[in-house]
């Protein structure tokens, strides 16, 4: 079905509302979705030059992989060790030699509905969510969750315990975006539609969110998302985590300080270095 008529069919069946649990016509409509998220020729947001962001939020999309939740009924899985009860419209993933990817054994799940390409590592355990896009030769470590309908690009590396956060509704809102080989350090969290842009480096522990302003040393600058844009993180800034004195009332009074991710400065040699990638892992 081209994607026109797709797009067609998933507006109608989404507010179709629960009629369409009982039309066979909205779950093959939902399974030609799935599979086409899977090979990655549809994405929950795509790269767009027009858009302020960089981004487009597809929604149509988002409401698909939603309407699979709707369509979805409970059904067991598992052997005789560990069952499991979820949507049947979002089994476990399974995958191939051929398909290039590695999964090595030990607690880690990738939804259907999810794109992951050819020399994406996952080490145990992690998580890939539905309409999430993991782009080539990116590592997804040990702990490291991608939220529903993130995307990530090429050669990036999320560290241990990396967290990226979905958005899947409400439909327009924009999902996170990790761009090209950016590094996500350790038990860092990425919220709420930021966008990673390319390059950057998260030392380990940085959390971002749309509330959280990041003070860009090098330029002077205070990043903030503003009503119509999400939080940035500028193409090849070095964030760390850092904390800010609170400069009045009893915040002041108690000596208090928040926390503060500041761009300290933008990647060099040294940083490439600190960030090389273990090829041996590969
Ligand atoms: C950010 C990182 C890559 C270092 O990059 P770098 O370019 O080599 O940074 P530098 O050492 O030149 O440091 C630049 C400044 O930031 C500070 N800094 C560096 N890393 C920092 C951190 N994690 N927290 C706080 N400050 C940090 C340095 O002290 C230095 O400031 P100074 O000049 O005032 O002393 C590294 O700290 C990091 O977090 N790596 C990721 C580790 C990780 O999570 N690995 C996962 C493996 S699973």
Same mark, same amino acid.
């Given at each position: &079905? ?10 109608? =069946? ?7 649990? !009982? ?16 090979? #990655? ?12 962001? #960089?981004?487009? *939020? ?35 993933? =399974? ?5 290039? +990817?590695?999964? *090595?054994?030990?607690?880690? /799940? ?12 996952? &080490?145990?355990? &992690? ?11 990116? &590592?997804?470590?040990? =702990? ?12 990036? =590396? ?15 809102? /924009?999902? +996170? ?23 950057? +480096?998260? !030392? ?13 040393? +090098? ?17 090849? !800034?070095?964030?760390?985590?850092? /904390?800010?004195?609170?400069?009045? #009332?009893? #915040? ?23 960030? !090389? ?6």
């Amino acid at each position: &079905m081209p994607f026109t008529d797709l797009q067609e069919s998933i507006e109608l =069946h989404f507010a179709a509302g629960t009629a369409a649990v !009982a039309d066979p016509n909205a779950l093959s409509s939902f399974l030609s979705l799935r599979d086409a998220l899977e090979g #990655g020729l549809l994405r929950a947001a795509s790269p767009d030059a027009n858009s302020a962001t #960089g981004w487009k *939020v597809n929604a149509w999309v988002k409401r698909g992989i939603l309407l699979g939740f709707r369509l979805g009924a409970l059904e067991e899985s598992g052997d005789s060790g560990l069952s499991f009860v979820d949507k049947h419209t979002y089994p476990a993933r =399974h995958f191939r030699a051929t398909d290039g +990817v590695r999964v *090595v054994p030990g607690g880690s /799940s990738v939804r259907a509905g999810a794109y992951v390409a050819r020399g994406v590592v996952c &080490m145990p355990p &992690m998580y890939i969510n539905a309409g999430a896009y993991v782009d080539e030769g990116t &590592m997804v470590d040990s =702990h490291a969750l991608v939220g529903s309908c993130a995307q990530i690009g090429k050669r990036v =590396h999320l560290s241990a315990a990396a967290q990226i956060g979905g958005v899947l509704e409400p439909v327009n809102a /924009s999902p +996170v975006v990790i761009e090209d080989d950016v590094l996500v350090g350790g038990n860092s969290g990425v919220y709420e539609g930021t966008i990673v842009r390319k390059g950057a +480096v998260l !030392a380990a522990g940085t959390i971002l969110t749309r509330g959280t302003p990041v003070f860009d040393l +090098v330029k002077g600058d205070v990043l903030r998302a503003t009503a119509e844009m999400p939080l940035v993180i500028p193409e090849n !800034a070095v964030v760390v985590p850092g /904390s800010r004195a609170v400069t009045k #009332g009893n #915040g002041q009074e108690w000596g208090l300080s928040l926390y503060a991710p500041v761009i300290v400065k933008y990647r060099d040699e040294k940083t490439d270095l600190s960030t !090389a990638l273990e090829d041996l892992l590969r």
